[in-house]
């Protein structure tokens, strides 16, 4: 898969292969000129900086001759809740802070993740063959191979999260949806 290059299909990217069939037989590594000559376009996909208290999230395509570009949208973040305040007093924890107080985040770069769930909830999505290419492609496969669960700070489990998330143009909710349900026993 060669994700310099793309062609919309119902609004959603499809990447172009790494060889393309000739009338000639196979030209593999083709040019960009290749590429363009056989209907692919060039994949501009470069998301802005966030405004302060937002972020940015992918909402579309813009399509030209010779260009796909991703378009982002600025997406406003919520305040974080405060308490209420009205000594309410239910708290169903069982400790001090009357149950108003909002649930702690996951600690981020400490989870472990199962190899075995994360390619389950990936195949039940329709994205494993997705990230299958690209560990293919960037001569990652043995490093899959070997491992027998995925920690959250680990900079080759971090540049694949970056990577795969980039691929689909899914939110963080999106990938974290998947990810919550799959951290290791």
Known sequence: MNTKFGKLTNGQIEYAPNSLGTGDGVKMNPTEASYLAA????????????????????????????????VYKQITMPAPDTPSGDGGGDNPSGGPGGGDTPPAPPPVGKRIFSKLKLVAALKATDKWVLVKTWLEEKAYYDYYLAAQDFAEDNDLFIEGRNAIQGYLGVSDEYVES???KCVAD
């Open 39 to 70: 209907g692919w376009k060039k994949v501009e996909d470069v998301p802005p900086a966030p405004d302060e208290g937002c972020t940015v999230e992918p909402s579309g395509w813009t399509e030209t001759d010779t260009a796909l570009t991703r």
């Open 178 to 180: 998947i990810l919550s």
